[in-house]
C-alpha cells in the first residue's frame, strides 16, 4: 500500500468505529458525546486529506501549481489538462500549510513544493508584476481565459498574493533555506503593480492586456468576491492604492451599503449590483476571507463576520424552505455556489437555482454555520459516498436530475480545507493577519480587525 491508501484506510476504519459506536452505545452524557466528537474529527479530517490531495497529488507536476480543473474520468473536451490557475494556485498555497500541519504531508516535503511553486512564479509570464488567470503549467506562457483576457488578471493575482503572504509568515526565518524562499516571495509579492490597475482613477480594474489593454473595461465594485484585492492593493509596500480608491471605487461611492432582508436575515451590503439578486453565491463569503479573518473584522460600511454569516444561513434557510421543492433539499443538503451544472459551468444562488448543490458551499462555510454545515458533511459521506471521489466530494450534483460529473475545479476545493481549518484552529486566519502589510493596509482603509 502507498502513503495515501493507508492513510485513508486508517481514516476509514476510524470512522467506521466511532459511527458504530454512536449507533450501538448505551451510554449517556460524557460517553456519548465523546464518540460524537471523534466522529466528527474523524470526517473532518478526511475531508481535509482528501481535498488537500487536489493541490498535492494533483498538481501540475512542472509548476507544481493547481491546474484550473481535474476530470477523474479523463475527458477534456475543450479544455487542456496542463492549464493552471493562479486564483486557485493561491488557496492551493494555504491548503499546503494546512497540510504540513495535519501531517499528511511533512514539512520537507512542503518547503521543496514551495520552492518549486516560487521558481516558476519567477520565470512565468507576468504583466506589470500581475498574473494571468491561466498559464499553460509546461511552459510558463499565459494561456487566454478568453479572446482578450491574456494578461493580467488583478483579481486571480490577489488570490495568489494572499497565499503567498500565507506561506511567507509561515517559514521560519532562522532557517537559512526557509529565510532565502521568503524573500523571493517577496520579491514576487513586492513586483505587483496594482496601481497601476487604477488607470489613474479611484477604482481597480479587473483585466490588462498587452494587445487589447483596457479593452474589457471591468471597473470591479461591490459587493462581490474581490474585498481581498482591495485590501492587497492597499497593503502593497510598493505599489498601494490610495484609500479614496477603496471608498469611491469599491463601495460605489456608498451604494454597497443599501442592503436589504431576506430570509429574515440582514443582508448587511448591497448583493444587487452586479447580479440584481438578493445575495450572491456562497463563494463570496469564501474567496476573500480564506486569509482575511472576518472575526472582528468591521469598516464603516459592514461587520464582515455578521455579512457572510447571514449569507451562509440565508443559504441555508432557503434550502430547507425549498420553494422549488427539489430532491433532496433539506437541513443535510444545501448551499449554492458557481460551479459545474447540467448547462456547463454556472453561478447558482437562491434566485437561479438549477437543482445543481455544491459542496463547497456549505463545507467551506463552517465557520459560519458549524452545525449546519456538519449535517451537511455527514449526509454526504454516509449517505451519498458515490458522490465523493479521491480529491474529496465532487463539485456538483443534482438529486433532482439524478446528475453528477467526476469532475473538480480548484477555485472550489480550495477553500474546503482552509477554511475547515480556520474553523478548526484559526491557522490560516493567523498567519496572513500576521503580516505586518496586511496591518498597515487595513488601518490605511479604516477597517478594525482582531
Given at each position: 500500500?502507498?502513503?495515501?491508501?493507508?492513510?485513508?484506510?486508517?481514516?476509514?476504519?476510524?470512522?467506521?468505529?466511532?459511527?458504530?459506536?454512536?449507533?450501538?452505545?448505551?451510554?449517556?452524557?460524557?460517553?456519548?458525546?465523546?464518540?460524537?466528537?471523534?466522529?466528527?474529527?474523524?470526517?473532518?479530517?478526511?475531508?481535509?486529506?482528501?481535498?488537500?490531495?487536489?493541490?498535492?497529488?494533483?498538481?501540475?507536476?512542472?509548476?507544481?501549481?493547481?491546474?484550473?480543473?481535474?476530470?477523474?474520468?479523463?475527458?477534456?473536451?475543450s479544455h487542456d489538462k496542463d492549464i493552471i490557475t493562479s486564483g486557485g494556485s493561491?488557496?492551493?498555497?494555504?491548503?499546503?500549510?494546512?497540510?504540513?500541519?495535519?501531517?499528511?504531508?511533512?514539512?520537507?516535503?512542503?518547503?521543496?513544493?514551495?520552492?518549486?511553486?516560487?521558481?516558476?512564479?519567477?520565470?512565468?509570464?507576468?504583466?506589470?508584476?500581475?498574473?494571468?488567470?491561466?498559464?499553460?503549467?509546461?511552459?510558463?506562457?499565459?494561456?487566454?481565459?478568453?479572446?482578450?483576457?491574456?494578461?493580467?488578471?488583478?483579481?486571480?493575482?490577489?488570490?495568489?498574493?494572499?497565499?503567498?503572504?500565507?506561506?511567507?509568515?509561515?517559514?521560519?526565518?532562522?532557517?537559512?533555506?526557509?529565510?532565502?524562499?521568503?524573500?523571493?516571495?517577496?520579491?514576487?509579492?513586492?513586483?505587483?503593480?496594482?496601481?497601476?490597475?487604477?488607470?489613474?482613477?479611484?477604482?481597480?480594474?479587473?483585466?490588462?492586456?498587452?494587445?487589447?489593454?483596457?479593452?474589457?473595461?471591468?471597473?470591479?465594485?461591490?459587493?462581490?468576491?474581490?474585498?481581498?484585492?482591495?485590501?492587497?492593493?492597499?497593503?502593497?509596500?510598493?505599489?498601494?492604492?490610495?484609500?479614496?480608491?477603496?471608498?469611491?471605487?469599491?463601495?460605489?461611492?456608498?451604494?454597497?451599503?443599501?442592503?436589504?432582508?431576506?430570509?429574515?436575515?440582514?443582508?448587511?451590503?448591497?448583493?444587487?449590483?452586479?447580479?440584481?439578486?438578493?445575495?450572491?453565491?456562497?463563494?463570496?463569503?469564501?474567496?476573500?476571507?480564506?486569509?482575511?479573518?472576518?472575526?472582528?473584522?468591521?469598516?464603516?460600511?459592514?461587520?464582515?463576520?455578521?455579512?457572510?454569516?447571514n449569507h451562509a444561513l440565508i443559504h441555508y434557510k432557503y434550502s430547507v424552505d425549498?420553494?422549488?421543492?427539489?430532491?433532496?433539499?433539506?437541513?443535510?443538503?444545501?448551499?449554492?455556489?458557481?460551479?459545474?451544472?447540467?448547462?456547463?459551468?454556472?453561478?447558482?444562488?437562491?434566485?437561479?437555482?438549477?437543482?445543481?448543490?455544491?459542496?463547497?458551499?456549505?463545507?467551506?462555510?463552517?465557520?459560519?454555520?458549524?452545525?449546519?454545515?456538519?449535517?451537511?458533511?455527514?449526509?454526504?459521506?454516509?449517505?451519498?459516498?458515490?458522490?465523493?471521489?479521491?480529491?474529496g466530494p465532487y463539485d456538483a450534483f443534482s438529486l433532482q436530475e439524478n446528475w453528477?460529473?467526476?469532475?473538480?475545479?480548484?477555485?472550489?476545493?480550495?477553500?474546503?480545507?482552509?477554511?475547515?481549518?480556520?474553523?478548526?484552529?484559526?491557522?490560516?486566519?493567523?498567519?496572513?493577519?500576521?503580516?505586518?502589510?496586511?496591518?498597515?493596509?487595513?488601518?490605511?482603509?479604516?477597517?478594525?480587525?482582531?
Amino acid at each position: 500500500m502507498n502513503r495515501k491508501t493507508v492513510f485513508q484506510s486508517l481514516l476509514a476504519l476510524t470512522l467506521c468505529l466511532t459511527i458504530n459506536a454512536c449507533n450501538q452505545s448505551k451510554a449517556t452524557g460524557n460517553q456519548v458525546d465523546t464518540v460524537s466528537q471523534n466522529e466528527e474529527d474523524s470526517l473532518l479530517n478526511l475531508v481535509q486529506y482528501q481535498t488537500f490531495q487536489y493541490f498535492w497529488e494533483g498538481a501540475e507536476p512542472n509548476s507544481g501549481l493547481a491546474r484550473e480543473r481535474y476530470h477523474m474520468d479523463n475527458i477534456y473536451p475543450s479544455h487542456d489538462k496542463d492549464i493552471i490557475t493562479s486564483g486557485g494556485s493561491g488557496f492551493g498555497l494555504m491548503a499546503l500549510v494546512v497540510g504540513i500541519e495535519r501531517g499528511f504531508i511533512t514539512r520537507e516535503q512542503g518547503i521543496e513544493r514551495f520552492e518549486k511553486i516560487t521558481d516558476f512564479l519567477e520565470k512565468a509570464d507576468k504583466f506589470h508584476g500581475v498574473f494571468p488567470h491561466w498559464w499553460d503549467g509546461t511552459t510558463g506562457k499565459v494561456a487566454p481565459f478568453s479572446q482578450k483576457d491574456d494578461g493580467g488578471d488583478l483579481v486571480e493575482t490577489s488570490f495568489m498574493a494572499a497565499g503567498l503572504l500565507t506561506v511567507r509568515q509561515y517559514l521560519d526565518k532562522n532557517n537559512p533555506r526557509e529565510a532565502q524562499l521568503a524573500e523571493r516571495i517577496n520579491a514576487i509579492w513586492e513586483g505587483i503593480d496594482f496601481n497601476w490597475h487604477t488607470k489613474g482613477e479611484n477604482v481597480l480594474y479587473w483585466h490588462w492586456s498587452p494587445n487589447y489593454a483596457w479593452e474589457m473595461n471591468f471597473d470591479v465594485r461591490g459587493y462581490n468576491e474581490c474585498l481581498i484585492m482591495y485590501v492587497m492593493a492597499a497593503a502593497s509596500p510598493t505599489h498601494s492604492i490610495d484609500p479614496a480608491v477603496y471608498h469611491e471605487g469599491w463601495t460605489n461611492h456608498g451604494e454597497i451599503t443599501k442592503d436589504t432582508v431576506f430570509y429574515g436575515l440582514e443582508t448587511e451590503l448591497n448583493h444587487y449590483e452586479t447580479n440584481d439578486s438578493p445575495v450572491g453565491p456562497l463563494f463570496w463569503a469564501h474567496y476573500s476571507y480564506l486569509g482575511l479573518n472576518p472575526k472582528g473584522l468591521k469598516d464603516q460600511y459592514a461587520d464582515y463576520w455578521k455579512l457572510n454569516q447571514n449569507h451562509a444561513l440565508i443559504h441555508y434557510k432557503y434550502s430547507v424552505d425549498n420553494p422549488n421543492e427539489f430532491k433532496g433539499y433539506g437541513p443535510d443538503l444545501w448551499g449554492l455556489t458557481s460551479s459545474y451544472s447540467m448547462r456547463g459551468y454556472a453561478g447558482h444562488r437562491p434566485d437561479r437555482d438549477l437543482s445543481v448543490i455544491s459542496p463547497t458551499a456549505a463545507l467551506s462555510s463552517f465557520p459560519y454555520t458549524p452545525d449546519e454545515s456538519m449535517a451537511m458533511l455527514k449526509h454526504l459521506y454516509n449517505d451519498l459516498d458515490s458522490l465523493v471521489g479521491d480529491f474529496g466530494p465532487y463539485d456538483a450534483f443534482s438529486l433532482q436530475e439524478n446528475w453528477y460529473l467526476p469532475r473538480y475545479l480548484a477555485i472550489d476545493q480550495g477553500p474546503i480545507p482552509v477554511m475547515i481549518e480556520n474553523y478548526r484552529t484559526g491557522l490560516i486566519w493567523n498567519l496572513f493577519m500576521s503580516a505586518p502589510e496586511v496591518k498597515k493596509g487595513l488601518d490605511k482603509l479604516g477597517f478594525e480587525y482582531e
